[in-house]
């Protein structure tokens, strides 16, 4: 899809992957409807002519709210980025089930929401792109983060049916799967502190920056699943020839930077 002229709703524009990926568009020329919670965030990131708008995903009725007024300033809707997310770092038996909700909520159920309400738009205009920004965790579960693997797969899968349920209407759903990009992810995240040697291993880690560019290039070509950067695809296939070693070594992983912390009671 060309992105000169586009319309683009943004979640998560406020901050990180979301905060970068407003950057490249808006060189590229897209017409930016910019939403995050946080009003200053927005505001830093926003230019003239954007339409911003502070929101918190988890309110009922604000998928379609965001819709509607994008759809009223703009006349269109072209692109969806499904992008706002969290994490929680807690261990299945031990996750408090209100911020597994909300996980859930911010990453899964207000992506449906936002899809279902832009789909007529989308639908009457015979075409649209819708991306889900998942995760590398999303295709091999991290067990320092199960829960939010688990529904960063949910939305995973939410991709690839609706591509198949959308064959032949003109609008493609394309699936973004970071690994580790160098944002404020972790501070923002809930729960254990993930282990040290994760966090600290920043071998592999791409800056906000790169992974936007892979996200409108991934966009510009009509991409089905954007690996960014694209050595997660060695991960995802290693892992499934491999499961038994993949686990083990997340493992070792996992147990080698010391003890967990929980980051509430410092326990
Ligand atoms: N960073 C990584 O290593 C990584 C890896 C794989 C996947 N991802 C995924 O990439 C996406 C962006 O992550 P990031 O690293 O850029 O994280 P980030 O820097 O923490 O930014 C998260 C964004 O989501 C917004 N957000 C969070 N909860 C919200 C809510 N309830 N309602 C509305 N907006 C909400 C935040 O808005 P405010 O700041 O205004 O609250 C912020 O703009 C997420 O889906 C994340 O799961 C990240």
């Known amino acids: 899809m060309k992105i000169a002229g586009s319309v683009v709703l943004l979640t998560g524009a406020s901050d990180g992957i979301g905060a970068a990926c407003a950057g490249v568009l808006r060189e590229r020329g897209a017409k930016?409807?910019?939403t995050g919670r946080?009003?200053?965030?927005?505001?830093?990131?926003?230019?003239?002519?954007?339409?911003?708008?502070a929101a918190d995903l988890t309110t009922p009725g604000c998928a379609e709210m965001l819709v509607r007024r994008t759809v009223e300033f703009f006349g269109r809707i072209d692109i969806l980025i499904n992008n706002a997310g969290w994490g929680i770092y807690w261990p299945v038996a031990a996750s408090p089930e209100p911020e597994t909700r909300r996980m859930f909520d911010v990453n899964f159920f207000a992506p449906l929401a936002l899809i279902r309400a832009a789909l007529p738009h989308m639908r009457a205009q015979r075409s649209g792109t819708i991306v889900n920004i998942g995760s590398i965790a999303g295709s091999v579960a991290l067990p320092w983060i199960p829960l939010y693997s688990a529904s960063k797969s949910a939305l995973a899968m939410l991709t690839a049916g609706l591509r198949m349920e959308l064959a032949g209407?003109?609008?493609h759903p394309m699936l973004v799967a970071p690994g580790?990009?160098?944002t404020d992810f972790q501070a923002h995240s809930a729960g254990i502190a993930p282990p040290e040697r994760v966090v600290g291993d920043k071998?592999?880690?791409?800056?906000?920056?790169a992974c936007a560019r892979d996200i409108v290039r991934g966009i510009e070509h009509g991409s089905r699943v954007v690996m960014s950067p694209r050595w997660g695809w060695l991960l995802v296939?290693?892992?499934?020839?491999?499961?038994r070693a993949v686990e083990h070594h997340?493992?070792?992983?996992q147990h080698s930077g010391g003890r967990l912390t929980n980051r509430v009671t410092g326990n």
């Open 32 to 34: 930016l409807a910019l």
């Open 250 to 253: 997340l493992l070792r992983l």
């Open 38 to 53: 946080s009003q200053s965030k927005l505001a830093a990131v926003s230019n003239p002519g954007d339409l911003s708008i």
């Open 180 to 182: 580790y990009v160098l």
């Open 169 to 171: 209407t003109g609008v």
């Open 203 to 209: 071998r592999f880690a791409i800056s906000p920056s």
């Open 237 to 243: 296939a290693m892992h499934r020839l491999a499961p």
